[in-house]
């Protein structure tokens, strides 16, 4: 089974994305080579059994200095010891690179809770336990109905542990990949779309820029949309080169290696909003950075994108997303 048919597709009027695809296709190519050889996966199709698989991750830092502690975290120093103690862990609820997640009752108050417990074993490089003191750091600081919030940091013998709200509806990825056709109607795609955008106006207050966001990474509580997963987030005002991400979801001023800022989760919302309207991603390797759109969507949502799914100069800002008509 494929992909949802394209043919019928109207061609995007932008011409920075015309004839990129040889260029794009080397980039990629290049990236695979740096991934210490590992082959890229695309994304898997939505009609694949392999579909729940994670999709790739970009993990090249070229500027970063991994040795840098910018938020003044020193894990193993000032992380409190095991507080495991005051939790009853119940069955586990996901999976990452470094560890599992599982669902967790406080004792004393036998509220819900999720803690994503990192094996230190498997965190052994210093650039990936940077990765994580970003993470606390980063998540620390959001507190938004829309963003999964962060409770608690401690560590045990073997695992730091994070302890955060519960999700408890799943991934967004896992609840596309239940709708007919794979995709969400146009009300529905809205509504999510909304809260997300709402989760990206409080990250650009406080200068956080997320840099993966997608299906995988925003989480169902109760009908609410919450982001997760900060690993990649960083905070600060100034421009930035490293090439990080998921390879659907990259922006073109990421894959021509340009300085990019904040406005790249804005990329990701318009790669997000293609993804819940029509099943896939709006771009293939194959093609480069060729906007079509399948002709049952609406005039507005095309719309939304093409203010999105364009340059980082003309992509609009998140002000004018949240006044979008597609989203009122
Ligand atoms: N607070 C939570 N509530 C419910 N489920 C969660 C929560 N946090 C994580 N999960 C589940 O665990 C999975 C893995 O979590 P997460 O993405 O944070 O780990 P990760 O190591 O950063 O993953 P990745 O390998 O994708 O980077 C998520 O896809 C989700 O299904």
Same mark, same amino acid.
């Given at each position: 089974?494929?992909?949802?048919?394209?043919? #019928?597709?109207?061609?995007? /009027?932008s011409k920075y994305f015309s004839n990129s695809s040889n260029q794009f296709s080397e980039i990629l190519r290049q990236?695979?080579?740096? !991934?210490? #050889?590992? /082959?890229?996966? $695309?994304?898997?199709?939505?009609?694949?059994? =392999?579909?729940? +698989?994670?999709r790739v991750k970009t993990q090249i830092s070229i500027t970063r200095n991994p040795n840098q502690n910018i938020y003044n975290i020193k894990i193993s120093e000032s992380v409190p010891k095991n507080k495991? +103690?005051?939790?009853?862990?119940?069955?586990?609820?996901?999976?990452? =690179?470094?560890?599992?997640v599982y669902k967790c009752l406080l004792n004393q108050t $036998? $509220?819900?809770?999720?803690?994503?417990?990192?094996?230190?074993?498997?965190?052994?490089?210093?650039?990936?336990?940077h990765q994580l003191q970003r993470e606390v750091a980063v998540q620390q600081m959001l507190k938004h109905q829309n963003i999964l919030?962060?409770?608690?940091?401690?560590?045990? =013998? #073997?695992?730091? !542990?994070?302890?955060?709200? !519960?999700?408890?509806?799943?991934?967004?990825f896992q609840s596309l990949m239940k709708q007919q056709n794979r995709r969400y109607s146009e009300p529905a795609a809205s509504n999510i779309i909304k809260q997300v955008a709402c989760a990206i106006q409080q990250m650009q207050k406080l200068s956080i820029i997320h840099r993966d966001l997608k299906p995988e990474n925003i989480l169902w509580c109760d009908g609410q949309i919450k982001i997760s997963d900060f690993g990649w987030s960083v905070q600060d005002k100034k421009e930035r080169d490293t090439l990080c991400g998921t390879i659907d979801y990259l922006p073109p001023e990421m894959v021509y290696r340009q300085q990019y800022d904040n406005s790249i989760d804005l990329w990701s919302l318009g790669v997000l909003t293609f993804e819940l309207t029509t099943g896939r991603t /709006?771009? +293939?390797? +194959?093609?480069?950075?060729? *906007?079509?759109? /399948?002709?049952?969507?609406?005039?507005?949502? =095309?719309?939304?994108?093409?203010? *999105?799914l364009t340059d980082k100069i003309n992509r609009k800002p998140i002000e004018w997303v949240l006044n979008h008509v597609w989203l009122s």
């Open positions: 089974m494929k992909r949802q048919n394209s043919a #019928n597709a109207t061609k995007s /009027p990236i695979t080579r740096n !991934c210490n #050889n590992k /082959p890229i996966r $695309k994304a898997s199709s939505p009609n694949s059994n =392999k579909q729940m +698989q994670q495991l +103690q005051y939790f009853q862990v119940l069955e586990q609820i996901g999976s990452g =690179k470094f560890g599992k $036998k $509220k819900l809770y999720a803690i994503k417990m990192i094996d230190k074993l498997k965190l052994k490089t210093k650039q990936m336990m919030q962060f409770v608690e940091f401690f560590e045990t =013998k #073997n695992n730091y !542990c994070l302890v955060l709200e !519960c999700a408890t509806g799943g991934t967004l /709006p771009f +293939q390797v +194959q093609e480069g950075f060729n *906007l079509q759109f /399948p002709d049952y969507l609406s005039g507005d949502v =095309k719309d939304l994108m093409r203010g *999105l």
